[in-house]
């Protein structure tokens, strides 16, 4: 039997760990933008495979909206709003330390600041970052 807890997950934003995170099965989404390979099928049936280079990547938090990690987010964008003098490229490591499953992002940007929403409960704040190459290794 195999177990799962979200507490043996890690994720690192330019070497600064991420807290404070919402609710939800959805709170890390990791994807590349782009397929690894596409086909064509000849007129007499035969297959040829296109194999991409691209490894671009999109990935997604949501963080409750009292986490500090925010603070941080926003000053990264703050920074990336600066121009090119003040911009930052992104990295990201996100770890499952208990099934060793590992993704590694660099190179990229916060594609705007996330949402603001306020009423009478507590709500996600969720921020996307786009980067130009994700490598992902599946643990056991």
Do not use: C
């Amino acid at each position: 039997m195999k177990a799962y807890s979200f507490k043996n997950t890690i994720l690192v934003l330019n070497g600064v760990e991420i807290t404070g995170w919402d609710e939800g099965d959805d709170v890390i989404d990791i994807k590349r933008l782009a397929d690894s390979a596409s086909h064509k099928i000849g007129a007499a049936g035969d297959m040829m495979v296109a194999l991409s280079a691209d490894r671009s990547a999109e990935v997604s938090i949501k963080l409750q909206q009292t986490s500090s990690s925010n603070a941080y987010i926003g000053s990264l964008i703050d920074l990336q709003e600066g121009g090119a003098e003040t911009f930052v490229p992104i990295s990201l490591l996100f770890q499952d330390t208990y099934r060793n499953d590992m993704a590694e992002a660099s190179a990229g940007y916060i594609k705007k600041p996330a949402d603001m929403k306020r009423g009478t409960g507590v709500g996600p704040q969720e921020w996307t970052f786009v980067l130009e190459s994700l490598s992902i290794d599946y643990g056991d």
